[in-house]
């Protein structure tokens, strides 16, 4: 298991490093020219790391950002991921990125599966870097444990030529209905991220870092052997 660890005593102090490391994961990335992507998660957590990653000085022009996962909801609801990532990252230096949204306003995440397929042929790939986020359950971006979609989601045999970049999931609380990355898209980023926070979810993680177990979904970002999985964790 190749994983990096770095420990913060709470989110504001994690905060900075995680915004700067991916700041220059995308300066890389943009010094070969052309576009690159970042995939974002939602949630409370993340909107540190957003406030700061927005000040940074590179070409957002050229940065195409999405969503690790999304509720099936519109952007006027208050669970909307892509409402939160235009008010806390798609700001200042960022406004001029691309944002491509996961909510289609198909009736039904199911229903959009197709649609997100077809664009994410205007994401650049791989993603140049990801930041996924761990719930107290052990999922990660929309694979839950106990939802029926996971295996397909979690795709352990495949690859992002031949899996869907996005699949309905059943989240845990409601609204259930959700979107989410699979695995192959998520573990094909150039660089991972994940970050979390809490005695609880570091629990989870000390688990979760021993061998792939879907209980633990998450465990099988952790697993990944061929590019290093960078982890910013607050104690508190």
């Known amino acids: 298991m190749a994983v990096d660890i770095q420990w913060f005593e709470d989110n504001a102090s994690l905060a900075p490093p995680l915004a700067a490391a991916v700041a220059a994961n995308l300066r890389e990335g943009l010094a070969e020219g052309g ?65 491509i949204p996961l909510y289609t306003g198909e009736a039904t995440a199911a229903a959009a599966e197709a649609t997100l397929a077809r664009q994410f ?19 990660t971006a929309s694979l839950f444990p106990a939802s029926p979609q996971l295996e397909a989601g979690l795709a352990l045999s495949g690859s992002t ?35 979390f926070g809490g005695s609880s979810k570091c629990d989870v993680f000390n688990v979760a870092c021993k061998a792939p177990d879907r209980q633990y979904p998450v465990s099988f970002v952790l697993a990944r052997t061929t590019t290093p999985v960078r982890v910013f964790a607050a104690r508190t």
């Open 161 to 195: 030529g031949d899996t869907p970049p996005c699949l309905a999931q059943v989240g845990a609380v409601a609204p259930t209905e959700r979107i989410s990355l699979t695995l192959p898209w998520i573990l094909a980023a150039q660089t991972v991220y994940l970050q």
């Open 35 to 99: 576009l690159v992507s970042l995939a974002v998660s939602g949630g409370r957590s993340p909107v540190p790391v957003f406030e700061a990653l927005r000040q940074e000085e590179l070409d957002w022009s050229r940065v195409v950002v999405t969503l690790v996962d999304e509720r099936w909801v519109p952007e006027t609801d208050p669970a909307s991921n892509a409402a939160l990532v235009k008010t806390h990252l798609l700001q200042d230096r960022a406004m001029a990125a691309r944002f």
């Open 121 to 139: 042929g205007d994401i650049p790939q791989p993603f140049c870097a990801l930041i996924l986020g761990m719930g107290d359950d052990g999922h």
